[in-house]
Structures are given as structure tokens and as C-alpha cells.
């Protein structure tokens, strides 16, 4: 839809890639960077730059926020938050759901209607059908400025908490950092014998992986119900099996010269959880131990 007003305040890798996107469709797309020449390549294809934030936030009704942490936003917004009533501010700025909250509360004090983002998604990705967004407080903002937000990639509000999207980002990036961390070390113990090799394990890991991927909806299952009602998990395996497999793997380990920090703090959770006198584990199970609960 052409025409429609869009600022977009912060142009580093993915500010540029959310203005990129909205110029290509052919909206109005008015630009702000601390670096203004980081707008050059925009500025060529048609953005108009702002002198200041206030300009930019005056530039369009809905007014998108993408820097590098919530100080940055801040530094930003704070001399320019007497151009913020009635306008519709989306924060895709990475942070906690504590820093969300408390931004969320300025800018209402500012009479600005304000959603709250997570961007699933690298510069290259934007505007691809990979590419989704977490969204929460107003739902109004997405309601009223859906069709420039679907541009990005596809919206999911999770509710008027504006912490939810923060909490859902991070928790999505954890996992990422965790499989990471596991991918990196399977790939040392492959590196550890010969003939192993990171491409040689990788296929299968990734089949591995994906295979194991498909049990979660089954574990989640399992994880509310047992929140809602005490039902017993069905998926489930005993502490001594998953106690003898875990040493099995730090030894693998140790004789690999890899790091087992990892696999010592998961045996240890193992062991308390036998020592609290569980027989089997199960996703429940973990995350009541995880969550600290008295009875795990
Ligand atoms: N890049 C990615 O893959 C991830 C994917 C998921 C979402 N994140 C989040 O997006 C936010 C911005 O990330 P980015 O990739 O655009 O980051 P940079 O390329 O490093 O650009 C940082 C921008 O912030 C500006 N900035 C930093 N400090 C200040 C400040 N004190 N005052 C004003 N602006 C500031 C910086 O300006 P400049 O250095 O060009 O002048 C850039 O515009 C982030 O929350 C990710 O977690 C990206």
C-alpha cells in the first residue's frame, strides 16, 4: 500500500533492512541514524532523512524504534517525546520484559500508543516468509498498522502484557544459544577422532535434531496439563537410564579434551532430582526443577 507514512528510527544492520523493506513496497519511509550516512543507500531510493528524532517522529504516524539497547532508545527518544502523542510507536529495540514494561509506561505518559517487538529474524531474512515478529501491549497499533507491519514478516501478539514479546524474544534466543552450545560441542567430540569431521556430523546432527524437534509440542502438552490438573506425563524415562547416559557422555567427554561444565550441571540436576526421590524424569519434572520448585 503505497502512501502510508512510516518512520524508522535506527539504521544499523536490521533498522536498515526494516526500512529497505517498507521503501520497497512503496511507502513513505522517513529515516533517522545517529550516523547519517548509514541512511545514504535508503536516502537513494527514496527515504527522506530526518534532521533529528523529533523529525522523524513527526514524519509518520506509525514510527518504528530499532537500536542497540534500551539506554540507546532513551538517548533517543527522551528530547523527542513532545512529538510522541497519538502517534503509534513500535519498539523492535532487543531487551528485557522489565525494560518493555517501563518503556511502555513512558511513552503512554507521552500519549503515544505503544507496541512492543521481538524480531525473529537476520537483516537478510526481513520480509521473507521466514521471518516473524513477537508483538505485545497495544494491540490497537497492530490492529490499525497491520498491513506495514506484515511487510517485516508475520505478526504474532501474544496479549496486552508489554513484557510478553521481550519474554518470548529472549526465551527463543536462549534455545538458539543452547543449540548452539550443543552443536559446538558434539562437533569438538567429532573433531577428536580421526576421520571425524564438523561437515561429517553436521548432516546428521541436523536430522537428529530436527527428528527431536517434533516431540516438543508433545512435551508442552504434557507440561500444561500437568500445571492444570496433575496428570501424569506419559513421555517418560528413568532417572537411572538418562543418570548412566549423561556420565557416559561426560567420559566421551573428558577423553576428547572437551569441556563437560555443561554435562556436570546437568548431571548434577539429575542426581537432585533422584535425591528428592524421583524414580523417572520427564519434561515436567525438569521444569519444576528449573523453576525451583520445592517439590522437584
Ligand atoms: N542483527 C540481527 O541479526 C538481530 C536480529 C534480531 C533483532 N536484533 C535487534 O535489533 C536491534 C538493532 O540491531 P542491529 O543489528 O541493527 O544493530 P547494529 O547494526 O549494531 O545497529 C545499532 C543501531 O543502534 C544505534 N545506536 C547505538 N547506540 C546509540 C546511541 N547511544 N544513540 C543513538 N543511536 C545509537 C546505531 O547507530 P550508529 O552507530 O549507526 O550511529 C545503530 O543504528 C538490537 O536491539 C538487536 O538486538 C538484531
Request: glycine share 10%; net charge negative.
Amino acid at each position: 500500500m503505497a502512501g502510508e507514512a512510516v518512520s524508522v528510527i535506527g539504521l544499523g544492520a536490521m533498522g536498515g533492512a526494516l526500512a529497505a523493506a517498507l521503501l520497497d513496497t512503496g511507502r513513505e519511509v522517513t529515516v533517522w541514524n545517529r550516523t547519517p550516512s548509514r541512511a545514504d543507500a535508503l536516502v537513494e531510493r527514496g527515504a527522506v532523512l530526518a534532521p533529528s528524532p523529533e523529525a522523524a517522529v513527526r514524519a509518520g504516524r506509525l514510527v518504528l524504534v530499532c537500536l542497540l539497547d534500551y539506554d540507546s532508545v532513551h538517548e533517543v527518544l527522551d528530547p523527542a517525546a513532545g512529538a510522541l502523542r497519538g502517534r503509534a510507536l513500535v519498539n523492535l529495540t532487543n531487551g528485557t520484559p522489565g525494560q518493555a514494561a517501563e518503556f511502555a509506561a513512558w511513552a503512554a505518559g507521552h500519549g503515544a500508543d505503544y507496541l512492543d517487538g521481538g524480531i525473529m529474524a537476520i537483516p537478510s531474512t526481513v520480509a521473507t516468509e521466514e521471518a516473524f515478529l513477537f508483538y505485545s501491549g497495544d494491540e490497537n497499533v497492530l490492529t490499525g498498522h497491520r498491513a506495514a507491519l506484515e511487510v517485516l514478516g508475520t505478526p504474532h501478539y501474544l496479549g496486552a502484557d508489554p513484557g510478553l514479546a521481550a519474554s518470548y524474544d529472549l526465551a527463543l534466543l536462549t534455545a538458539m544459544d543452547m543449540m548452539f552450545d550443543g552443536f559446538h560441542h558434539a562437533v569438538a567430540l567429532a573433531l577428536a577422532r580421526e576421520g571425524g569431521s564438523a561437515a561429517g556430523l553436521t548432516g546428521h546432527l541436523v536430522s537428529w535434531l530436527t527428528n527431536m524437534t517434533r516431540v516438543m509440542p508433545a512435551f508442552a502438552a504434557e507440561i500444561d496439563a500437568h500445571r492444570a490438573d496433575g496428570t501424569a506425563p506419559v513421555l517418560t524415562q528413568t532417572l537411572d537410564l538418562q543418570r548412566a547416559a549423561t556420565m557416559n557422555k561426560i567420559v566421551t567427554a573428558r577423553e576428547a579434551g572437551v569441556s563437560t561444565e555443561l554435562l556436570e550441571r546437568t548431571a548434577a540436576e539429575l542426581d537432585a532430582m533422584a535425591a528428592a526421590g524421583h524414580r523417572d524424569w520427564n519434561s515436567p519434572l525438569a521444569i519444576r526443577r528449573i523453576r525451583s520448585e520445592p517439590s522437584a
